[in-house]
C-alpha cells in the first residue's frame, strides 16, 4: 500500500485522472502485476508479439504511438525503438517504468500523458454535479483530437479500450443512484475511441478484453460477462486468454480470467 501511495504522488497525470481515480487504479494494476505478474506471461506475450505483427505491416518506420503504454509489461518497447525514429508511451499516468525508457533511449522514446477520450478534464470539474445522461454523452462526443505526436505509422490501442468510462464513472456522484453508468459510460468511451482509432491513416493494431470469465480451480466456468456485445467489430484476428487475478487475488473460491482479442487494420 505504501508504495502504490509514493507512485500516486510522483507520477504525472493527464488532467482529470487524479480526481477520477485512475492514479490509484495506475498504482494498483502495477502493485498486481508484482504479486502474480507470472500468471500473466502468456497474456504478456501474446500482446508483444501481436504489436510487432502489426509494425510488419508498416511502410514508414518514423513514428510508434502506444496509447495505454502503462507499466510497459505488455509493449515490446525495446523492438519497437529499435525500428521506429520515435516510440510515444501515452497513457493517462505515465509509469515508473515508460520514463525510464524515456531515459535511455537517447531521444527514440518519449513518454506523454495524454487523455484518449477528451472527457476527464470536464468530467473532473463537473464531478459532483454532472447527471448520468451527460456523463455518457460526454465519452461519447468528447474530442480526443490529434495524437499527442504527428500522425504514426503504427498506432497501438494496448489493453486499455474497455477501461476508458469504467473507473473515471465509479468516481461520478451519479453512480450513487444510477447502478448501469459505469457499463453505458464503458461502451461510450469505447464507441468513440474506435471511430478515433479507425480514422488514424497507419496500421492500427487494437487489444482488448472481451468477456471477463470468473473459473473455478477445475477450469469449469462459474461466469462470464461480455463487454463488447453492442459494438460493432469484426471477429478479432487473434485471441487467447489473461489469467489477470488468480485465487486469491479476488477470491478464494474462483479465478477471474479475461478472454482477450486482437486486430490489426489499415493499409500496408
Sequence with gaps: MLRETIDVLFTKYAPGARALGLAYEAAAIAARYRRVGRNWEPHLTASRATILQGAEHCRKFDRALVIGAGGCFDIPVKELAER??????????????????????????????????????????????????????????????NPPCEEADLVVSANCVSQFGLIPADRLAAAESEDELATRCTHAAAARHLIWLAARPGIRVLISDIARLDMAP?????????????????????????????????????HRVHDVGAWIDGSP
Excluded at 525514429?85 to 524515456?102: F, G, H, N, P, Y
Excluded at 535511455?104 to 447527471?131: E, M, N
Excluded at 466456468?221 to 469484426?234: G, S, V
Design 84 to 145: 521506429f525514429s520515435e516510440v510515444i508511451l501515452a497513457d493517462v499516468a505515465v509509469s515508473a517504468e515508460a520514463r525510464r525508457w524515456e531515459r535511455r533511449s537517447r531521444g527514440r522514446v518519449r513518454a506523454v500523458a495524454w487523455d484518449a477520450t477528451g472527457a476527464l478534464a470536464t468530467l473532473a470539474r463537473r464531478q459532483r454535479a454532472v447527471t448520468a445522461a451527460e456523463a455518457v454523452s460526454l465519452f461519447a462526443d468528447s474530442e480526443p483530437g
Design 218 to 254: 477445475d477450469g469449469s466456468e462459474l461466469a462470464r460477462r461480455t463487454i463488447f456485445d453492442k459494438l460493432t467489430l469484426r471477429p478479432p484476428d487473434r485471441t487467447w486468454r489473461w489469467a489477470i487475478s488468480p485465487i486469491p487475488e479476488l477470491s478464494r473460491e474462483w
